[in-house]
């Protein structure tokens, strides 16, 4: 049979204590590294709650509430060039650009579902934008 006996000094809480900041620290440093967005879920159930809320007091309606979860993705294309462009110390990179234009396409497309828009008149803004991109990535190149 053994007995512990601790050392002078040593405490279990403080231990503990010490290890659930660490912890806590190394989760949020690997956060920032792999570029996690956790407010994305709250944004997405504002704007849920938002839509059902406009429905229940104004009699707005949304025909394709489906198109909502478009802007998820849209959302997480544009918190990463915002990190993107954060990293490259506030420079407009080719990755920058990427997810910016990439973020930019999903709500417009999320936009003409929501509202009903006709698809004629934003089809040339997407060729638009899509230009603007590739024009931007050649002098960005050069």
Request: proline share 3%; net charge positive; with cysteine.
């Amino acid at each position: 049979m053994f007995i512990c006996v601790p050392r002078k000094g040593f405490s279990v809480k403080e231990e503990m204590k010490e290890k659930n900041q660490n912890k806590e620290t190394e989760n949020m440093e690997d956060r920032k590294k792999n570029g996690s967005t956790p407010w994305l879920g709250g944004v997405v159930l504002i704007l849920v709650g938002v839509v059902f809320l406009l429905r229940q007091v104004s009699g707005f309606r949304l025909d394709n509430w489906w198109a909502l979860f478009i802007l998820i993705p849209a959302i997480g294309s544009l918190a990463t060039a915002w990190r993107a462009y954060e990293s490259a110390d506030r420079k407009f990179t080719t990755s920058v650009r990427g997810s910016l234009i990439g973020g930019l396409m999903m709500v417009m497309i999320a936009a003409i579902f929501l509202f009903n828009l006709n698809w004629a008149l934003f089809f040339p803004a997407i060729l638009i934008i899509t230009g603007l991109g590739i024009l931007a990535s050649s002098f960005l190149n050069s």
